[in-house]
């Protein structure tokens, strides 16, 4: 991508506060349109609470998140943001598809069901239409066979691949991960980061929350690594994680390889 194109995600001074605990300290972020961010970093550093500020599931205490030009959560005129209605964050949000590391399925509902259930209600698709989405998604995360299966038939990983799928039917512009494998047994780790790895390379842009470091060195265009809220660190992967230039990024790297 050329380099004076305005990148799909910007986030500005980002700050968030929790009581008396700083966990967003004046973040800026830049995410072009078909890359992968990683963002590392120990717990508490920020990470979870900045994807849910980009995804508007928190409301940052100042800056802004911006996706496609529009500020996320907020009309802008002149210098003034005014909140936007309820209504009009869900039209936004709808962009922005987020794999938590819970699956979150509805256990009453088939695959199919819990896939088709948000394009029909927020999106409006025909349910026809909406279905035989479903069934492409299904195909694509490996489990094309399993439509009518419910939610406690799956073994983790597989739940976390329908979830994956639910977030890609709403034709999202921007896929976020909230540390997706880390409810998961080792055994099935590596079978729901081969899906998010296809998605990388068929040109998903992705914000990506995780420990897998090796999976962050195959897939990554950029990784950020936070500590106490702010960036301290960010690059190439082969920059990032093999010769880390602050200390606390080489400690912590150090600890998880």
């Given at each position: 991508m050329a380099g004076g194109e305005r990148p799909l995600v910007r986030v500005r001074g980002l700050r968030k506060s929790f009581g008396g605990n700083v966990v967003l300290d004046g973040v800026d972020l830049d995410v072009r349109?078909?890359?992968?961010?990683?963002?590392?970093?120990?717990?508490?550093?920020?990470?979870?609470?900045?994807?849910?500020?980009?995804?508007?599931?928190?409301?940052?205490?100042?800056?802004?998140?911006?996706?496609?030009?529009?500020?996320?959560?907020?009309?802008?005129?002149?210098?003034r943001l005014h909140a936007l209605r309820s209504r009009a964050v869900t039209r936004q949000r709808a962009q922005v598809g987020m794999v938590f590391q819970q699956f979150n399925l509805f256990p009453h509902m088939t695959l199919l069901e819990n896939i088709t259930e948000a394009p029909v209600a927020v999106r409006r698709l025909p349910r026809k239409q909406a279905a035989a989405r479903a069934r492409e998604l299904l195909e694509r995360v490996g489990l094309g066979s399993r439509e009518d299966s419910y939610p406690r038939q799956l073994s983790g990983g597989q739940q976390q691949r329908v979830a994956i799928a639910r977030a890609l039917a709403m034709e999202p512009r921007l896929l976020l991960f909230d540390e997706p494998t880390s409810?998961?047994?080792?055994?099935?780790?590596?079978?729901?980061?081969?899906?998010?790895?296809?998605?990388?390379?068929?040109?998903?842009?992705?914000?990506?929350?995780?420990?897998?470091?090796?999976?962050?060195?195959?897939?990554?265009?950029?990784?950020?690594?936070?500590?106490?809220?702010?960036?301290?660190?960010?690059?190439?992967?082969?920059?990032?994680?093999?010769?880390?230039?602050?200390?606390?990024?080489?400690?912590?790297l150090a600890a998880v390889l």
């Amino acid at each position: 991508m050329a380099g004076g194109e305005r990148p799909l995600v910007r986030v500005r001074g980002l700050r968030k506060s929790f009581g008396g605990n700083v966990v967003l300290d004046g973040v800026d972020l830049d995410v072009r349109e078909g890359e992968v961010t990683v963002l590392l970093g120990p717990s508490g550093s920020g990470k979870s609470t900045l994807l849910r500020c980009v995804n508007h599931l928190e409301t940052p205490d100042a800056g802004f998140v911006e996706i496609g030009g529009d500020i996320v959560g907020y009309h802008q005129n002149g210098a003034r943001l005014h909140a936007l209605r309820s209504r009009a964050v869900t039209r936004q949000r709808a962009q922005v598809g987020m794999v938590f590391q819970q699956f979150n399925l509805f256990p009453h509902m088939t695959l199919l069901e819990n896939i088709t259930e948000a394009p029909v209600a927020v999106r409006r698709l025909p349910r026809k239409q909406a279905a035989a989405r479903a069934r492409e998604l299904l195909e694509r995360v490996g489990l094309g066979s399993r439509e009518d299966s419910y939610p406690r038939q799956l073994s983790g990983g597989q739940q976390q691949r329908v979830a994956i799928a639910r977030a890609l039917a709403m034709e999202p512009r921007l896929l976020l991960f909230d540390e997706p494998t880390s409810a998961l047994d080792p055994e099935l780790v590596g079978e729901v980061l081969a899906v998010i790895q296809d998605l990388a390379l068929g040109g998903m842009t992705m914000i990506v929350v995780t420990h897998e470091i090796g999976f962050a060195r195959k897939v990554a265009d950029t990784v950020v690594f936070l500590d106490g809220g702010r960036i301290i660190e960010s690059g190439p992967p082969a920059d990032v994680l093999t010769d880390p230039r602050h200390e606390r990024a080489r400690s912590f790297l150090a600890a998880v390889l």
